[in-house]
Every structure is written in C-alpha cells, then in structure tokens.
C-alpha cells in the first residue's frame, strides 16, 4: 500500500480546480510514491465550499482555513486562492510544519515574498510554486536542449504574454472572478499575473535578469468596482513592457498586456543562440519551433517539431505519437514531480526561494515604470 | 445523491486507458445525472487486469468477460478490447440487458456488424460507439455551422489520416500492441482502423457516400508474426484512397496511410461549400479555419478560430479562453454526453446502427480495391 | 555583341504579358547567350496589338500570325494565344524552321498535340512548353533533393489544384477572358488547364503515371455564353479528381476544381518517401517543406526551409537572402534556361513530347471519368 | 509621345540594381505619365560601371558623380551608393535643380539629413527617400485600414527586423558589400540599415514616437578589416531595441538585431487596436492577418488574407489573384508612384522631410542606448 498524502486545498476557483484536477490525474499516469486524498478544501462560502467538495470528491470542506491549517490528518496545504491570503496562510502552514504549495505569485510584493520564503525555510517543509508553464512538454524540452548546449551563447530572448479580456471600459474591477484588477489584493496587474510566468520561465532557461528598463500603462484610469457600486480608480497596470539584459549578456523584450485585441492567452517565447534558435507559443503548446544552423547549409530552416513522442518529457505517460494533450497536464506533471520530489526527498523547483527571484524581477519592473530609469533585480 | 452507474470495462489497452479516464473525468467537469463507478475490468491475463485495476480505482478485476457479462451489479459494458472480440461480448452483453458500449469499428465485418445491430436493437439496450472525433470541440463546431447552412451547396470534401509507424519492414505483425497489422484480429488495414474515423465524420457532417472507387495497397508484403516468430504474408491494407460521390452530389477524395513518412495522426478534413468552407487538423486540434465568402471582398480570407471560448462547444466546462484540452477530452465529452442522454432516455449517437453505415462504406471501399469499380454502400 | 534572337510573341493576354516580361527581364538577372529582341506581337484586333506594344516595347505589331511565321526576321515564335490556337501555329512556325515555344497545354487533345510534336520533331527545330511551375526554386529544388536520393522508395503523392472563381452560375461562359470554360477552344476545364500542371510536375519529380480512376463533375449545367448571349450547355469539366498508381509504385491523389471557395490558386503538392517528405504549396511559393527521418529521433519535425539563400536554384540571381521572388520569375527562369540550352545546343525540358505524355495522361483522366473504369495513360 | 525622364544612378551595387529594375518594370505595368530612361550610372570603377550599364541597357556611364549631376541631359539623380555619398550628392543634385531620389537612410546623421532637407527645399526639387516597405501591398492595405478608422484607439505596436548573417566572428568588416559594418560609411549598425524601416512604416500607419527608451549592444567587439586586414574595434550597433511611446498613447516595442539566428530578413510588425489587430511578416509578404472584434463572436479568428486581388493595392496592375509578387515590386510600385506624383505636381511620399523624422527616432534611440535614459525624438 502507498502512504497516503492527505491534501487540504485552500481555494475552489480557477487555480483550485487546476490542483484538484491534477491531485487527481497523477495516479492514473504516474507511478508515485504517494497515494494523494483530497481531504478537504476551503472557502468561505459554505455552500460553495460543499458543492466543490461534491463535484471533486473531497472527503470533507471547510470555511476557515486556519481550522485547515491547523487538521493533524492535514499533509499539504495548497494555496490556490487569491494573491491577498497567500502571505498569511503559507506562514501558518509552514509553521505547523505543513508541506506547502503555493499558487503564484507568491506574494503580493517581495517584502510578504520574502516572509514566507524565511518560514518555509525555517521550518524546513517542503515547498513549491505552481509556475506550471515549466512542465509543458514542450518547453522542458526547451530546457533539455539549452541544457545540453545546442543552443551555444544566447543573444536574444523575446517573450510575450497577450490577452484581450479587459478591453472594454464596461467591466468592473474586484470582486469574485476580477480581484486580478484589484491591486490591494492583486498586488499588480498584468506584470505579477502574467509576466511572472514569462520571467519563472525564462531564469529557468536563461539565467539571472540583471537589469530592466521598462514602460508600464493603465488604459482605463477608472472602473467601476463589483463590491461597492462604484467608480474607482484603476490601480493596477493593464500593459507592462520591458527590455532586460541577462547575466549571460543576452538581450531581451518582455511584454504583458490586456490590451491585445485577438490574443487570448498568447504566451510565447523565443530565444536566439549562436548555434541554434527555439521558438515556442502557447496557442499550440505541443510544437517546438527548432532551427539548427549545423544542418546542411541548403536544408536549414525552422523544424516544427510536435513534442507527442514516447521520448519527448513527460509525453510516454500518455496516449500515442501525435495525439495531444492539454493545459491541465501542465499542472499534472508538477503534481507527480512533486510527488516523486518529495518519495525522494529532494526539493522541487520552482521552489519558494526560487519564486522569489521571479518576484524581485516583477518588482524592479514596476520600480522602472515609475522611476524611469534602470533597475536592478535583486537576486534570491 | 445521484444513481450509480456501474462500469464493467473489458480492455485494459489504450482505449482501455482513454475510456477509463472519461468515466473519471467527466463527473468533475459535467453536471450528470449519473455518478459512474468503476466496478470492475477484464483481461485475460490477471496480473495485468490487476495492475490496471489498482491504477484506475476500479472496486475489482475480472478475467472472463463473460462473468463480467453475466454479472447483476453491472450496469454498462464498455467494449475496449481488440475488433475480434466485439461481436461475441456485444451480443451477450445485449442479451444481458446491458447498456452497451463499444470502441470503433464494431465488427471486423459488416456481417458481425449487423448481428452487433440486430442484438442490441432486439434487447432495447442504449448503445454507443466510441467515433470520438466527433466530439472535438472544433468538430462539432464544424457540425453545427454545416447545419445552420452557412457553407450552403457542399462542392468538395477532402480528408486524410496519415500515420508513419509501420514503414520499417522489421516491425513485426500480430500480438499484443500489434494486432492492427493482422486482418485476423482486426478485420482490415487503415482503412477500418483509420478511415473508419474520416468516413463517421464525413457522413455526419456530410451525410451518406453514395458511391466509391478505391485504391489499397499492401506496401511490405512479409512481416514477422510476433507471436509465431515466423513470416507470414501481410494481410491487412498499408494505405487505402478512394474517391467518392457523396449522396448531396459533392465530390471527395480520402486516404488513409501508416506510411506518409513525417505524419504521426494528421487527421485531416476540408469542405468547400457555396457560400464558405471549413478546415480542420487534429495536430493543432483547437483551431477551425473558416473561409466566408460573405465577408467584405478585400477582407476575405481564411479565418484561424482558437475554439476555445465560452461559447464554444464544450468549452465552458473546462478552462478559460485560449486554454487548450487535448485528444483524452472527446472521450470524457463522449461519456458525459453518454450519461445525459440516458438520463434523457435519448440515444446518443452515434449509436451502432449509425456505425453499421460506417462500416458499410469501408466494405465497400476494400471490395472497390479488390474490384477495380465503383461500388456503392449499404445503407444503414 | 550578344547574337540577337528576335521574338514574334502570338497573343496578348495573361501569357503573353507573362512571356514578354519573361524575355525583358531575364537578359538583366542572367548572363545569356542571347539578346532577345521583342520584335513582333501579334493579335486579331490591330488596336489592342498596337497598345501592347508600346507598353513592352515591341518594335512593330502584327494582326495574322501567318504573316509573323513567315517572316524572315523571326527567329522564335512563342505561342501565347488560347488553345484552339496552339495546333496550326505550331505545325507552321516548325515548317518555317522557327524555333517554337507554347504556353501549356499543347494542343486541345492528344490527336493535336501528336501532330505538333511530330512537326517540330521533324523540323529539328528547338522546342519547348511553358509549364512554368517546374522553375519555382522551392519546387527545382524539391527534383534535386529527389534526384539526389534523400527520399529514397516513394509511397505517396498527393496534389491539389484548388481555384473558386467560377461558383457564381451568373459567371458567362466563351469569348475574351473566359474563353477557359468554352471546350471548344479550351480542349476541357481544369483537367486540361489546372491538372496538367499537376501531372507535369508529378511526372518530372515521380515518373511515368501508369493507372487511373477519375472523377469529373460539370456543377454548373448551363451558362449564358458572352458572345452569343444564350443559355448553352457547359461542356467543360468544372471539377476533375483521380487516383493514380505511378510505374514506381507508389500511390497518389490529384484533384483541381474551380469550386473550392476560399482558394485563389492553391496549387500544392506532398511526397512521401521512406527517408524523407516534402510539401509545397504556391500561396507561399519560397517555402519548401522537408521531413527528415534522419534527424535526430527526439527533434524530428518539418522543417520550413525558406528557399531564398544563394546555394538554392536559381536564388543567387536575385536579392539577398530572405526576399521573395514572385510568380512572374518562374516564367523568367524558363525563358533564361532556354536561351542558355539553345546556346549550348540542348534541348530544354519539358520539351513538346514531353507535354504529349501530360496531355496523355489529361486523356486518360477525361476518359475514366466517362468510361468510370481504371485507364492507363499512352507513353510519349 | 511620353515625356522622356532622363535618370542618372548613382551606385551598382544591391540597391542599384532594384531601382535600376524598378524603372524598367515600372512603364511595362503601370500607365504613367513619363517614360524613364535610363541614361547614366555611376560609380567610381569604370569596368564595374561599363558592366552594370551593359546589362540594365544604360546607355553610358560614368565613374564620377559630379559630372552626372551636372550633365544637362539628366532629369533625376538616383541615389544608390553607400551612405557616406548621400549628403553629398543629393545637396550638389538639388543645387544643380535636378529630382533627387535618395536611398534610405537620408544622411549619416540628423546633421547630414537636415542639411538635405534643406537643399532640396530651397531648391524646390521633388524628392523621394526609398523606405519601400510601405508599397508592400498587404503593408498599403494596411495604412488603408487604419487610415478607415477600423481598429479603433490603438493600444500597442511591436515589431522586429531579425537577421543572422554576422553572427560568425570571422566576418570581416569594411570595404565594398560590407559597408554596413562600418560606422564611418553607414552611420550605424542596424539601428539605421533595419529599424530605420521598421521606425518609417510605424510612423506612418500609426504616427509620431514621443519617447524612447533603448538597449543597444555589439555582440563582437572587434573584426578584421577588410580593406587593411588589421583588427580594429567594431563601432556599430549590433542589435537595438527600444520601447516607445507614440503621441496617440500606444505602446510598442522595436527590436533589430543580426544576430537572430534563423531569420534572413525577419520584418515583422502587429498592431492593436480597440477594435481590430494586424499582423505581417516579410517572409511571406502577401498574407496580412486582420482579426476583428466586430465578427460574430463564436467566429472570432485572425484572418489570413492574401492580398493578391485586384481589389487590393498595386495587385490589379500585375497577374490574377492568388499570384504573388515580390520584394523587388515594392521598389517598382515606388517609382510609379513617384512618376505619377510628379505628373500631377504633388509629392510623393516619404519625402526628404519625412524621412527626417525618422532619422531623428534613430538618432534618439542611439542616444537613449548611451544616456540609458528615456529620450525624445525631435520632430521634423
């Protein structure tokens, strides 16, 4: 018999769905050490703390997350509600020596970043951020062939985060399902939503962002907000963009907004080497895009390789060659690494200390669009 | 509390895996009127049921489908073993009483095809065929434009399904993972393992094929029988191309290969009608094309729709715009659909009389092959 | 001084701007032999032959091309004019010991074009046919790639000529322009107008078609004719689909239509072969497709290879690396390959008896697609 | 009888002979007012200049370009030599009141430019600057579409000109076909061979850049020289980037670098807007992508319109549609502008003054990747 990893999930909306489907999944695909339970999950709102309970197989809900917190039949606690509670609950969570799992980003600024790293650490548990983008086949595929020196000194690296789903001036700000436009519980805009998922990334593959300049703008100025009735001024930043150089000398532009009319969700990347380039986009999140400028000089051209194969990351765990699966699998995999990380008893990135890097970058960038000039990260 | 719905699963393969996970999946992202249970699967060999059975959460394992057949607790047989055991387990299943349902094609032959129909007709017995492409979110979409006549008069149907894994002459044929290469087992080549797929969609967006001229070809003559160790001729369609009049008058080409070097599962279809026309790729599965010919003249072109909003088939129940799912969701769509219509008392189709017309149309296009005619399908 | 070839250009249409910009340019992009002179064009209406003229610099205009065949200071008549006209012209410009090119397709049937093969063969006079698409770089540097071995056994092609200009059943038929949808002057629709391109270049990458079975459709029953304003049965193929079995064996599907709405010209081709594939596809003429099953396993893909560097066909003549050339430039290239094989005294493919064997093989098509039996195509 | 244009060329090499193309095409496709005639090229090597002429038909030339500009037989200096000739030439031209017709950029620097412009305005000389991308036809359709108001405010603008060909450290720099490497003859690196283009479109579809904030870098720090064989520092700009503010509140990011590996001539731009978004891309220059958010929601998609109809820009003067063009088109349809503008009277876009403009956005973005601080364009 496996040992049992009783899972208390602290959020039922977007994220605690990706983590309740994932808690789920793994077991099916992967040969893990652990049998996880979900056991409970949280929210203030009863009914729909109970109706969540139902839909996933939760053995029980509750409404306080410090009764969670504190449950001795309580493994994990996973942080999959909004920015604002994340301080709070992974420092309670840490201390009643809870392993501790934690949605991004983990704070809303690095001074509550910096609080939970040092619980975390100081209890010694476990720990880890869903920065799940890493665990797109494809993209760990990215990081195996930069690892293995295909790509040789790195020049470029541009990345893009576009959405369009803020657009119009008609939609309200706070409250359930828009606290992202809230930046008291937010923390940012689209620079801690959705750029830290391009910086997690792009450290992972490239190394420490030593200094940003960058240009930040608010489109709507004021919004009406969902809870109170009324127009208030929009105070999170609705586009970030920013050029970087990294501590390798590779150049780069980073660029988030909410603005993109036709762009849904269009995280992409490429990065330019002296001997090799990859592209890759989240709209088609299978294909690597792979150019490789030893092949023949007359043969040489962009590669579309679509990362389904038994011998590509994480895709022998399920179907055959070809056949494609999702973004859910993304959160998945981070589920079973985790898993096997911890049978293991080895860390697994990114781990809270390593999410802090990401939020010192987020921070100079902000820094940068008010201050106008250059900044530097600081590094974790 | 809702009524169980007791699965009895025979097949542990891949389509075991792809069935077992819908039955798993679908209660956390469909609201059903049933709440499945995985009671028990079947295989012949009791270390490998066993292992699938404790990988899956199923209550216990079986080795004789016919206990599983006969077994009162047992609610739906779902039939996910190898094409030559479909008959016999269909059949007895219906004769049972069971809720039957069955993995593409369902005989080997249309004569067992029209005993499978005849059976579960005679029993009342709601049955359903796996054709799961169906149930791409952008396929149905396709369906759904194609029925509110916004392509009008259809000229053309084209589709393919290319595959490359049996170009080495040194794959062997028959046993286990094998037993599509032996006609014995699986009745035909591509031609009832793929273009069975291309022929369900084609008539369900499209409507009957009124008649076939077709080309097969066995490319390696001799393989390696895996379980004999011996070579014996190769019996099955490498590659099978027909032409086709559909019974609306369109005119249409398919091919179906396992040697179109560089194509894992292209799975492709294409419909040019009067007024618009319609692309599909099961390799980016996500995205229809659509060419409307009532756009303004010099804005005409073909438009890339990423099918994954709201108000998209299917879609609401899973992510959020611009977030993809991947070939495992048309099997859970398939068993949520399931579930509604018995709970509706609707069949859901499509059912195994529309199968039987599938399968009269591969009959055809391999005795068109062999005849050097046309030929022209049954009717179903 | 370069020896000067005077040019009596017969026709004034698309081809005869295509040709007489093929004779302009070559001369400042190629090193010739030759420096072509644009002597004469001739057409019916002196008023229409007068104004092109003056646009392309022909010294002098001619309204019978008798008299242009018979001219002394002739030294090549290139045919331009519609298709009725390709039989008399030819037969003449050989027994006046012209040098003799021909837009596509020779002649309306095999009857003619055997006549005008048999001419200028027995003339001994320098021959050839514009099938233009031959001298796309991407589409030479797909028949070096082949003739070099890399795709070892072929299995598959699959070739579409796909065009929707002529949907509208408003759309008159005959005279100036539409000429094409007149049999009578065509020869038949797109079987002789479209298909023959994708025969000529299948042969030239493929070898010698052995077989087929065809499938043509007239969709539009009647038109109003232009000249005679009357209602008249249409007599052309509006649609004409084949399956063929190549002397080499492999297998492939070919299909052009006027009826594919959303496509403008979309010639496109696919090869499959044991070692590697290619695709190519004149709406984005410069880019040639390649499947290398060589490459490493975990990084095979298509490549996108975007034929524009100097060590591709023709490329170095040009821009620099990355800027396209167009579709005028293939007809540039065949006029520069012509003078350079005249220079050199060898014939320049395709040659009149080598259009006979496409003309044979558009017979063929015509005739299974009203005998509705397997045909084999005559050798040239 | 056309009135004759009398050209002088100033330069043999890559932008010699576009525009030496351009004039010859241009007459054969367009009606224009004038006939070129191609009188004279210059450069200092007699062979070379004898050769050039030989084979674009010149009827002289000449190795020093004063005596061109004061030839009284001449109409039009056309300037096409590197840019350390342009300040020279064009104020000796407009003096001697001949049409100057420049080579982008204007001068080496605003110092060069404004002087420029000031001697063709006080000379009263049509002028003309070859920023060619513009009379791309899907970049025209795109000025035409803003220009209509259909995209509404716009939010961002991000473009790129990627290019890889100086990667290899062997490289040398200087002397004849790598001028561009040496800031003494070019001014720049690719701040003003590439961004200048990206920054001359940008200000025309989407107005004045108020700021800049820029990352400029020289990957290898020295090359040998190619006329001393000496190593020497290199002193251009390898790669640039800049963010940017436009005066209508968009944001954008500019990227040029050559040391994309992968990428010939990469030109990419994409514009959002409250309404609707475009994209294009060199490498297949006829497809302009156009998502619009007025389409029916469930149908939203980035569409794919191959500006090939007559309907289109500059398309109706060439083939049929689905037919492409090329790169060098872009320069023919400049001349005929030019030609017509000059018939008519009015000046033909981009002017001296307006390439001005964007030579003080190069300048700024030079400075801001020295100061490391915001900087303002000055405005011409």
């Known amino acids: 018999m496996k040992k049992k990893l009783n899972i208390g999930m602290i959020g039922y909306g977007f994220m605690g769905r990706t983590h309740s489907n994932a808690f789920t999944k793994a077991p099916h695909f992967f040969d893990l050490p652990y049998e996880p339970v979900l056991k409970t999950v949280c929210a203030r709102n009863a009914e729909k703390a109970a109706a969540f309970a139902a839909q996933w197989g939760y053995e029980r809900f509750d409404t306080d997350w410090r009764k969670v917190v504190e449950s001795p039949d309580i493994d994990v606690i996973d942080i999959a509600s909004p920015n ?72 470029h690296y541009r990345t893009v985060f576009l959405q369009d789903w803020t657009i119009s001036p008609d939609l309200p700000q706070g409250g359930e399902g828009l ?63 920013f050029l970087a150089r990294f501590a390798n000398g590779s150049l780069a532009t980073f ?37 490789d400028y030893a092949d023949e000089s007359q043969l040489r051209g962009w590669k579309s390789i679509h990362i389904t194969d038994g011998d590509h990351p994480y895709m022998s765990h399920w179907w055959v060659p070809g056949l494609q699966i999702g973004y859910e699998h993304t959160f998945v995999h981070q589920a079973a690494d985790f898993m096997m990380g911890l049978g293991a008893g080895t860390p697994v990135a990114p781990t809270f200390r390593e999410a802090l890097a990401t939020d010192y970058v987020v921070d100079a960038v902000l820094k940068s669009g008010k201050s106008r000039q250059w900044e530097t990260p600081k590094t974790a």
């Open 255 to 291: 660029e988030a907004t909410r603005y993109a009319r036709g762009h849904k969700a269009l995280y992409t990347f490429e990065i330019n080497g002296e001997k090799a380039s990859i592209k890759w986009d989240l709209h088609d999140l299978h294909r690597l895009e792979y150019f």
């Open 179 to 241: 606290w992202r436009l809230d930046s008291a519980v937010s923390g940012s805009g689209v620079t801690g939503d959705l750029l830290a998922h391009n910086i997690d990334t792009a450290m992972w593959l490239n190394g420490q962002i030593s200094e940003v300049s960058a240009l930040t703008e608010t489109f709507i100025k004021t919004r009406k907000h969902s809870l109170t009735g009324e127009d208030q001024a929009v105070t999170i930043d609705d586009a970030s963009l």
């Open 84 to 155: 604002d509670t994340h301080h709070d609950i992974a420092i309670a969570a840490a201390a009643a020596g809870k392993i501790v799992l934690c949605e991004k980003p983990l704070g809303r600024n690095p001074a509550e970043s910096e609080a939970m790293v040092a619980a975390v650490e100081k209890a010694g548990v476990p720990n880890t951020v869903w920065y799940n983008y890493r665990r797109t086949p494809a993209v760990t595929m990215a990081k195996k062939l930069i690892d293995e020196g295909r790509l040789g000194r790195i020049f």
